[in-house]
């Protein structure tokens, strides 16, 4: 499968799919890569002020780590290329034209927008409508 770089591509193809479960974005002062494991993250990035962890929700409420929003994931299934330009803008733009908040991670193979829980519909919408 070979990455794709033309922005009009990407958003043609982009396909946006909703993905089971409800995250949260929790951090962790003095904890490093790898650390905290058993919360199952989807994503990690080590920060000055600590590890932040992509967690289910539910992990988080069994461990009783406290979270400021839930948000649901939006998955683009088109592969996107790391040297992609425009698609994040793209993305963003049409969200905030929506007042909806994104939070995106760019993958190897995709990105995913992380989207409060509340709007996860409509931002699915929203994203369908940029693909037309």
């Known amino acids: 499968m070979t990455s794709i770089t033309d922005l009009k591509t990407l958003l043609k193809e982009m396909a946006p799919r909703l993905r ?3 995250y949260v974005f929790a951090t962790f002062k003095s904890a490093t890569y790898g650390d905290r494991a058993e919360l199952e993250p989807v994503a990690s990035f ?4 600590g590890l932040t962890l992509v967690i289910p929700k539910e992990q988080a ?3 009783q780590i406290p979270y400021e929003t839930t948000l649901n994931a939006i998955t683009l299934t088109v592969h996107s290329s790391l040297e992609a330009v425009g698609l994040t803008a793209a993305v963003a733009n049409k969200l905030a034209e929506h007042g909806i908040s ?3 991670i760019a993958a190897f193979y995709h990105d995913h ?3 409060p829980s509340d709007r996860a519909e409509d931002a699915l919408n929203a994203l369908r409508e ?3």
């Open 20 to 22: 089971e479960g409800v």
């Open 46 to 49: 080590q920060e000055d002020e």
């Open 61 to 63: 409420d069994n461990h």
């Open 102 to 104: 994104a939070n995106v």
């Open 113 to 115: 927008i992380f989207v």
């Open 130 to 132: 940029l693909s037309d």
